[in-house]
């Protein structure tokens, strides 16, 4: 899980995606990949070192443009296909890469489970509030920067990043953020748009067809009963390779779990990812499952001649080897069968999914708490600002002689005052009653003797002559 992120640095970091590249970004050299290494970029826009053959055959192309256009037909007419055996067939064959959001878009059901203003509130509080701000940052600054579209830093694309990981993270508290989301997301961000990605997230990890939440969650419970039921369906379907697996120590927890978790997005070329990610969206998450016995059936000669530490090589660097990726889904088909033929096409359900009715409420429920506050923060921000003016407002004091101007609240202050010295000395001071006039007469003499006490130093001798003054008297 994402390390808590502090206010200061929550602010720090969202102020940089919002500004952006533009003039005054302050973008670290190593943020930004060397462009000069790269020589070409293929269909799909990874950028490679060398150069890359990517001018296809006429017939290609040709043939590409007709499956667009027939797909094209069939997403109009979604109802009328969805289901059938002519959008199986033509899944097994690959969505065309022009229109293949348009047909993730429809499988995944986003307009039925998109809730208007859900997403918005979210990336607006996640920027405020989301403790797993830090962690994504980094994230988003190492995922697919060989690609055009995250390759620079704070770029368009990176922006969008953020803000679909972030409204995630505040959409389901349960899970908040975990490395492995990123990919995934920024998957779904080259085909669809932000609001669209975030509730293919939403779909994808939170509905019973897909269930990614387990694998994700602490302790990681799916992952755990996925590497489980690869093993035994390893020992049902593939005994001789489970054997030698098994005496070269080669467990599935060792080569498994970036399979898993990703989706298979660094562990096989991308464009056959793609293929696999087609095949998911349509059969769910037991082709997560069967792919894993595709990858050892296909090269299981390979392995069987391999010791332990190359066996792990082998499958820890599986992007690197060739595919044909009609093979791959053409077994992949058979493996699915297979699977259902021996009863162990089902996943165990390790965790209890979260319905996505109950998350919008709570989101629709955090967004007006923070719309209340607000508008709490808006009407004291009116409040103080309308004192400040009162106080600021002059009041003329002595303008006749010239004495200046005190202000409207200093004045009330004086004011008050004045009024309570006022109300104590009417509620404190007694009448003082007329002095008659032989006491009138008699009060002179008794000041000088109190001025003389008073005046005079208190030697001995001077008050020895006081004294005797005053008897003579």
């Given amino acids: 899980m994402a390390n808590h992120t502090s206010s200061e640095e929550r602010e720090q970091i969202v102020a940089k995606y919002d500004l952006g590249r533009e003039e005054g970004a302050i973008i670290n050299d190593w943020e930004n990949p060397d462009l000069s290494i790269y020589k070409s970029t293929d269909r799909y826009g990874f950028m490679h070192k060398i150069p890359v053959q990517e001018i296809l055959p006429e017939k290609i192309v040709q043939l590409e443009r007709e499956r667009a256009l027939k797909w094209s037909k069939m997403v109009a007419n979604w109802p009328k296909y969805n289901g059938s055996d002519q959008l199986y067939r033509r899944i097994n064959k690959g969505i065309p890469n022009s229109i293949r959001g348009e047909v993730w878009k429809h499988v995944l059901e986003i307009d039925k489970v998109k809730h208007s203003d859900i997403f918005e509130g979210m990336r607006n509080l996640g920027r405020k509030i989301s403790p797993d701000i830090r962690q994504i940052d980094l994230d988003v600054l190492r995922t697919f920067r060989d690609h055009i579209m995250y390759c620079e830093r704070y770029g368009i694309k990176q922006q969008s990043l953020f803000h679909v990981l972030v409204a995630y993270s505040m959409y389901n508290p349960g899970l908040g953020y975990c490395q492995g989301m990123s990919s995934i997301a920024a998957v779904l961000l080259m085909y669809l748009n932000e609001e669209d990605a975030f509730w293919a997230m939403v779909v994808m990890i939170g509905t019973p067809k897909f269930a990614m939440h387990g694998l994700l969650i602490p302790g990681l419970p799916k992952l755990v009963a996925y590497c489980q039921q690869h093993g035994q369906i390893r020992q049902r379907l593939l005994p001789k390779l489970d054997r030698h697996l098994q005496m070269e120590h080669v467990d599935p927890q ?96 390790v965790v209890e999914l979260q319905s996505l009715d109950e998350l919008n409420l709570q989101a629709i429920e955090k967004i007006e708490q923070d719309q209340r506050q607000q508008a709490m923060l808006k009407n004291e921000q ?92």
């Avoid at 349509?282 to 016995?293: C, Y």
């Avoid at 060739?322 to 996943?347: C, G, H, P, W, Y």
């Avoid at 609240?409 to 010295?421: K, V």
């Fill in 254 to 349: 060792e080569y498994c779990p970036p399979w898993f978790v990703k989706c298979y997005l660094d562990s096989v070329p991308f464009q056959l990812a793609l293929r696999v990610w087609d095949a998911m969206m349509f059969e769910g998450e037991r082709v997560i499952l069967a792919l894993s016995i595709v990858m050892l059936k296909m090269h299981q000669k390979i392995l069987l001649r391999y010791k332990e530490d190359n066996i792990r090589i082998f499958l820890q660097e599986m992007s690197k080897h060739a595919f044909d990726e009609d093979e791959v889904i053409a077994e992949l088909r058979s493996t699915l069968d297979d699977l259902v033929k021996v009863n162990m096409d089902q996943l165990p359900s």
């Fill in 382 to 473: 009116e409040m103080r600002s309308q004192m400040a003016e009162r106080t600021g407002r002059a009041q003329p004091v002595g303008a006749s002689n010239g004495v200046g101007y005190i202000s409207e609240a200093t004045g009330f202050r004086q004011q008050q005052q004045q009024d309570s010295n006022s109300q104590g000395r009417r509620r404190h001071n007694k009448p003082v009653p007329k002095t008659p006039p032989e006491l009138l007469r008699q009060q002179p003499a008794q000041e000088e003797v109190v001025r003389q006490r008073r005046d005079v130093p208190r030697n001995g001798d001077v008050r020895t002559g006081f004294h005797t003054d005053l008897q003579a008297r």
